[in-house]
């Protein structure tokens, strides 16, 4: 590797992109090397903060299995180099004869989160509409979709990040934020210290829930019964803004008739939540009310009735009062940038993607195909054949439901092109392999919605050969005949001007504040006096949208999978998707030092579990559900850590992906994504097989002493 640095000695100053967060860092190197990472000082997001992700950027930069020259598959399955410009003149040939001989829409693009990039968005959609396919597909089938469309149903907007610091009550719920969201904990710290309480509801204990003055841990899947608990009771008992929902939301009646069935006890027989712990948590609301932080992670959109348990914990913090304060559902104002997708006219005006007849929510809200029909498409199932896909920073083998229908349908296509920094699962399927840059061989616009700040990053070092990912579809969009008209600027730096066209803001200005400047100050209660960015105006309870396409009007509740569907042959419930602090999905397994601590496929299985079927810790088991197997290591946590009858499998490993057993074919009705949070499955001891725990494998995630009697 002959890479190139900025300055031979000295620090840059960036942002981190080794998860979403984008911290503030400064790359410190010496003799032309990155030799350390430290936190960088002025941005309110991390506050001269660093974690372990972060630190790690330059293993990851250097590592030893990065791709570095365009890969070619070769008919015995090996890979050899090719040059690039040959590579790019035979993959635009073979998607102009699959354009010939199929249509435009044979073809489509997926993008994943992987490098790093947040303008690849853009690039992406902006090539396939220029190609003539329809077909853009990307991760958010199956992550941040569900909330991002469960919030916008009823408010028109959605922001993920609020101003903990503020609350009186903060309510998590399916979220680690220590591991997820490490910059969340200094607020939650500040808001602790004025006397906020913590309520934590999930599944499976994690280090906040530890911290929290309530703890929860409801049956899989069923969130919404506890929110419309918590809202009867709220509405019972008067507790709630009368004039705001008097004055900025519709359908109240609807949604207070509904409640009223979801009694403390319903709720308790439901969810498993004790009836008192329901009414403290009411009154913990009731007393705290407006400034209540109801935050929500993936562990409700990873159910077949996720959007609607959504809908209903946002109804809740509306009827709290807590519409567009800081600490609650803040709506943000963005920075006026130009766009590089296609405007929205053109892609509703045009052909619709595959999947968007399933879910013309998903489609009409985001504009993009929904990836588990797409599947059905590349096996020959779907109403025309999907016959060729570009994928950039995505490792769908791993990350997406039902692996081997996924790697069986890559498999199909005539044409698959994997733009990545190693060779993953989904990489060695590729016809061609072309090496991506990292977060820190490049610059880029970021905007933060929560701050208001926006930011430039800056290119800390390059190595020869390696091509941005501009190039990647500017050069393929003008072999195939449309780049003058959509690809048009000559470098990254050009598009960074472009995109800030509408602002008042230079790239001059941005490249001397590294640590970001405010666009605008931020503000509340705009409700008040602007519209909601809804149908009607205001906040909708009941969406007469969603009843003109056939769903319920209001959210009701439906009962989880596994509760409708129990099976004897599949008895435990699996849950899948909770991070651990050093991996970000399906990322860094590869960086050595981490794997010290992360150092294999684990089951986390209840100590009474494990004793019923004589499985030990470190005993090699085998999951199985109706769609596949995996055998991994048992590690039996403390009792206090898991509800008996579930199992949790981090879902991110490349050597035994948990997603071999999750259901790609059991879809929420509105925003389609896949079941990955309660999947029925079995739990077998496999004979003679036990692997002794790594010595700093202990229980890292729990608060529970692991020496304690289970």
């Known amino acids: 590797m002959k890479e190139r640095t900025a300055v031979m000695n000295g620090t840059v100053k960036t942002l981190c992109r080794m998860c979403n967060t984008r911290c503030s860092i400064d790359v410190v190197i010496q003799d032309g090397i990155m030799t350390d990472i430290l936190p960088g000082e002025g941005n309110p997001v991390n506050n001269g903060r660093i974690c372990p992700r972060g630190k790690a950027a330059p293993d990851h930069f250097y590592h030893r299995d990065r791709i570095l020259t365009p890969l070619k598959r070769m008919p015995d399955g090996s890979f050899t180099p090719i040059d690039r410009e040959r590579a790019l003149d035979e993959i635009a040939a073979r998607m102009a004869a699959l354009k010939s001989n199929y249509g435009a829409r044979s073809v489509g693009v997926w993008k994943g989160e992987g490098v790093g990039f947040l303008q690849q968005e853009g690039y992406v959609r902006r090539f396939i509409h220029g190609f003539g396919s329809p077909n853009y597909f990307s991760n958010d089938s199956s992550c941040f979709n569900g909330r991002y469309l469960g919030n916008r149903l009823v408010t028109g907007f959605w922001n993920p990040y609020p101003h903990f610091s503020s609350a009186r009550l903060i309510l998590l719920l399916g979220s680690n934020p220590p591991v997820c969201h490490p910059p969340f904990m200094k607020e939650f710290a500040d808001a602790r210290s004025k006397g906020a309480r913590l309520v934590v509801i999930d599944p499976r204990l994690n280090p906040i829930g530890c911290w929290a003055d309530i703890f929860a841990q409801p049956f899989p899947g069923t969130d919404g019964a506890l929110a419309w608990g918590l809202i009867h009771l709220l509405i019972a008992s008067g507790n709630y803004d009368r004039d705001f929902v008097e004055r900025y939301t519709v359908g109240f009646d609807d949604i207070a008739a509904y409640a009223e069935r979801f009694t403390p006890e319903v709720v308790e027989a439901e969810s498993g939540i004790y009836a008192d712990v329901v009414r403290t948590i009411a009154g913990m609301i009731a007393e705290s009310r407006p400034e209540v932080s109801i935050y929500m992670g993936t562990g409700l959109e990873h159910h077949e009735n996720g959007v609607n348990n959504i809908r209903a914990m946002t109804i809740l913090s509306c009827l709290c009062g807590a519409l567009d304060i800081d600490c609650g559902l803040y709506w943000p104002e963005r ?26 929510v998903l489609f009409d809200f985001t504009g993009e195909g929904h990836t588990m029909t797409a599947m059905d498409y590349m096996i020959g199932k779907g109403e025309y054949p999907l016959k060729g896909m570009v994928i950039t920073a995505a490792n769908p083998v791993v990350t997406h439901p039902d692996t081997l229908k996924v790697e069986r349908a890559f498999r199909n296509l005539d044409l698959l092109v994997v733009n990545d920094f190693f060779l993953t699962r989904t990489a060695r399927l590729a016809h061609y392999i072309l090496p991506a840059e990292t977060f820190l061989e490049r610059s880029e616009i970021h905007c933060n919605i929560k701050y208001h700040r926006v930011y430039l990053t800056r290119k800390v070092a390059e190595i020869p050969g390696i091509r941005n990912e501009y190039s990647l579809w500017h050069d393929l969009a003008h072999r195939l005949g449309f780049g003058e008209e959509y690809f048009p600027w000559e470098n990254e730096v050009a598009v960074n ?89 399906s990322r860094h397994q590869n960086i050595e030092k981490f794997r010290l601590i992360h150092a294999r496929p684990e089951a986390e299985i209840h100590p009474e579990d494990a004793g019923a079927l004589g499985i030990a810790d470190g005993d090699r088991v085998r999951l199985s559900s109706r769609l596949g197997a995996i055998e991994v290591a048992a590690r039996i946590v403390h009792r206090a850590e898991l509800r008996r009858g579930v199992v949790e499998v981090y879902h991110g490993w490349e050597d035994q992906p948990v997603n071999i057993l999750t259901f790609g074919d059991v879809n929420d009705p509105i925003s389609g994504f896949p079941l990955l949070k309660a999947v029925p499955v079995r739990i077998e001891k496999i004979a003679d097989r036990h692997e002794e725990p790594p010595h700093s494998a202990l229980a890292e995630d729990a608060c529970i002493d692991p020496d304690a009697e289970a």
């Open 497 to 585: 001007r472009y995109l800030l066209g509408p602002s008042r803001i230079s790239l001059e200005e941005l490249k001397a504040r590294p640590e970001g400047i405010v666009y605008q100050p931020v503000r509340f209660r705009k409700h008040e006096t602007t519209p909601l960015p809804t149908p009607s105006g205001k906040v909708e309870f009941a969406s007469k949208y969603l009843k003109d396409l056939g769903f319920s009007e209001i959210p009701e509740y439906v009962r989880p999978f596994h509760m409708r569907e129990r099976s004897e042959e599949y008895p435990f419930l699996l849950t899948t998707g909770a991070r651990m602090t050093l991996f970000y999905h």
């Open 335 to 360: 920075m006026p940038l130009a766009d590089l997708s296609p405007r929205r006219e053109q892609v509703m005006a045009g052909p619709r993607p595959i999947g968007a007849d399933r879910f013309p």
